[in-house]
């Protein structure tokens, strides 16, 4: 997957907006047609730098099916490029976990046959079963993703350990943040005490829009394609971004120092789905089934090393990655981090927040 600049943009969609027009789409009918025996392709939408290029080859290689890749940048981008699509123009959708149970319960996902997914076992234990799917039904678990603050210390000298930390007059315009409404909600909400960070309470809201309102005249870039590059080229000394990212910025750039926030650590996961209206859904699921075996999944984690739930992989990987507090966080800081629910309509007010901040 090549790499791309950053690339600034907000799509106002909520998942509530996404029901609405997504509602009609998925009967039982149609997903008993969903599989298109002569075909050697697969669709799918995934987000940037994230499924690297090198897997899809090899799975070309191996299998024969080519895989037409759709990217996108944040949660809202995904939910704007589904809607906006004709059924059946995906078969796989790899995205944010609380988008499983909106997109389940409008029928549109397919029920997971395991004897497809052999591979299926290859997944810990510890990451099966969460919130936003606790059978499996729909979802395979794809990586796990922190966000940390990373620090340039050759230009920050001071110690930012907390979200209070960046909050300071002297980082104007110096901080680069992820593109991602509800998990930038979600810190927010950590930051300023909140018990829930799903919670959407006037109290809650007025509590992130003090926070935010702070923190927006420091944040430079909102980026989900590649904070990290604004890290390398040195536009911006501070990032409250993506693990793996903040590691692959720390790779270019030693002196890049990574601290996971003292008030709650956002730890997101990203699933695997097939749609209930797949064209291709005996590809979608051998693509799948290749993503875990631990090999491949190994080498996904070599490349954009995120948290990997595949306990295959790891007789794969070194302990540059086993070792890393990146990419295996210590016991306490998953102790204190937070799952994003799906929250229906309650979503849109903190999409209306975030664009009405961010101007």
Request: charged content about 25%.
């Amino acid at each position: 997957m090549k790499r791309r600049m950053k690339k600034i943009m907000t799509v106002a969609v909520t998942a509530a907006m996404a029901i609405s027009m997504l509602a009609g789409c998925g009967s039982s009918d149609e997903k008993s047609e969903g599989s298109n025996a002569g075909s050697k392709e697969v669709n799918v939408i995934c987000w940037t730098e994230y499924l690297p290029q090198e897997v899809l080859d090899s799975f070309e290689e191996k299998t024969g099916i080519t895989v037409n890749m759709t990217t996108y940048t944040s949660p809202d981008d995904m939910l704007a490029k589904v809607q906006t699509s004709k059924e059946g123009t995906y078969d796989v959708i790899i995205g944010p976990e609380n988008y499983t149970p909106i997109f389940s319960k409008l029928s549109l996902l397919e029920e997971l046959d395991r004897e497809k997914l052999p591979n299926f076992s290859n997944i810990a234990e510890q990451y099966l079963g969460r919130e936003n799917d606790p059978e499996n039904t729909y979802s395979v678990p794809y990586m796990f993703a922190s966000a940390v603050i990373a620090v340039n210390t050759d230009v920050i000298t001071d110690e930012i350990t907390s979200y209070a930390d960046l909050l300071k007059p002297d980082y104007k315009d110096k901080i680069v943040v992820i593109e991602d409404s509800r998990a930038m909600y979600a810190m927010a909400a950590m930051a300023q005490g909140c018990d829930d960070v799903n919670d959407t309470s006037d109290e809650t809201l007025a509590s992130v829009e003090s926070y935010w309102k702070e923190l927006f005249p420091n944040i430079h870039a909102f980026d989900g394609d590649s904070p990290k590059t604004l890290m390398i080229n040195g536009e911006c000394p501070i990032g409250l971004i993506y693990g793996a990212e903040a590691l692959l910025a720390q790779q270019e750039v030693p002196s890049i120092k990574c601290f996971y926030p003292e008030e709650g650590v956002y730890l997101g996961s990203d699933s695997m789905m097939i749609t209930g209206a797949a064209k291709n859904k005996d590809n979608a699921y051998e693509l799948i089934n290749y993503i875990l075996d631990g090999e491949v999944s190994a080498s996904i984690s070599e490349i954009f090393p995120y948290v990997n739930p595949n306990k295959a992989a790891l007789e794969y990987l070194s302990e540059d990655y086993t070792k890393n507090e990146l990419t295996n966080p210590p016991e306490d800081v998953v102790g204190r981090s937070c799952t994003l629910m799906d929250i229906g309509d309650e979503a849109s007010k903190i999409v209306d927040l975030w664009t009405r901040l961010k101007g």
